[in-house]
C-alpha cells in the first residue's frame, strides 16, 4: 500500500507491506531510484518483517524541498519511524541510501536494531569522477543530484571518525566490479560483517539471489527488534 507522511516540514511517500506486528524493516532506495526499486524484494521481506520503502526528499513522490543535506535525509527517516511509533528498525540501504543508514545508525544508534549497507560510498574524498551532465531524466530533482555528489564527493571528515558509533549489528554487501570501496566502510563500523559479490554496483538487482540469501543469513544471525 503505498501512504505518505508530512514529516520534517516535507511529505515522505512510502510503500508498506507485511503483518503489522511483525519487526519493522526499512528500505532505502539509491541515488535516483525511489521504492519501486525494491520491487520483488519488499515482498520477499514481508514474509517476516512489517516492510516499509520509502521515496527520498528529492525522489519520486515525496517533496523535492531543494534541500539535500544528507544529515537531513537521515532527519526524514527519524522522522518517519516517529510518525510510524517505531522505537527500533532494521535498515537496508543501498547506495545513497547506505549513507543516509549509516548516517541514521551513527546519529541515533539506539533506533537501529540491525544494518545492512548495499555498496556504499566510502566516507573519504573520491577522485576521477567525472561531472554530472543533465540529461532531462525526470523523477528526481536535479538539485539533489548536485548537492548530494557534492557531499559524496568530499565527505566531511569527521564521517570516518562518527561511524565507530554504529552500534547495530551490520552486514556490508560490496559488488567487487564496484568503482566503490564498501569495504572501506565496514572496516571502519566495529563488528561489521563484510561480503563481497561479483558483480557491480546493483547488487540486489544483479544478484538477487545471493543478496537476499546473505541479508536471510545475516538477519537470523541476529534475531530480534
Do not use: C
Request: charged fraction near 20%.
Amino acid at each position: 500500500m503505498i501512504r505518505e507522511a508530512h514529516v520534517n516540514g516535507i511529505k515522505l511517500v512510502y510503500r508498506e507491506e507485511g503483518d503489522s506486528s511483525a519487526p519493522p524493516l526499512l528500505l532505502i532506495h539509491g541515488r535516483t531510484a525511489d521504492h519501486n526499486d525494491w520491487n520483488g524484494i519488499t515482498q520477499h521481506f514481508a514474509a517476516r518483517h512489517h516492510v516499509f520503502a520509502l521515496d527520498l526528499r528529492g525522489h519520486g513522490a515525496s517533496d523535492h524541498p531543494g534541500e539535500y543535506a544528507l544529515s537531513a535525509m537521515a532527519g526524514d527517516v527519524i522522522a518517519l519511524l516517529d510518525h510510524l511509533g517505531i522505537e527500533r528498525v532494521t535498515l537496508i540501504g543501498h547506495s545513497l541510501g547506505g549513507v543516509v543508514s549509516y548516517h541514521v545508525a551513527m546519529d541515533h544508534p539506539g533506533r537501529v536494531a540491525r544494518l545492512v549497507l548495499e555498496d556504499p560510498p566510502q566516507p573519504y574524498p573520491i577522485t576521477g569522477r567525472a561531472p554530472i551532465e543533465e540529461d532531462g531524466s525526470i523523477g528526481f530533482d536535479w538539485r539533489m543530484m548536485h548537492d548530494t555528489e557534492r557531499q559524496l564527493v568530499d565527505p566531511d571528515p569527521a564521517w570516518a571518525g562518527r561511524l565507530a558509533k554504529v552500534t547495530a549489528p551490520t552486514l556490508v554487501l560490496a559488488g567487487a566490479q564496484s568503482p566503490l570501496d564498501a569495504g572501506k566502510v565496514a572496516a571502519l563500523i566495529p563488528g561489521a560483517e563484510l561480503v563481497t559479490l561479483d558483480v557491480g554496483h546493483l547488487v540486489h538487482m544483479d544478484a538477487r539471489r545471493e543478496f537476499l540469501r546473505e541479508v536471510d543469513a545475516f538477519l537470523a544471525r541476529f534475531p530480534g527488534r
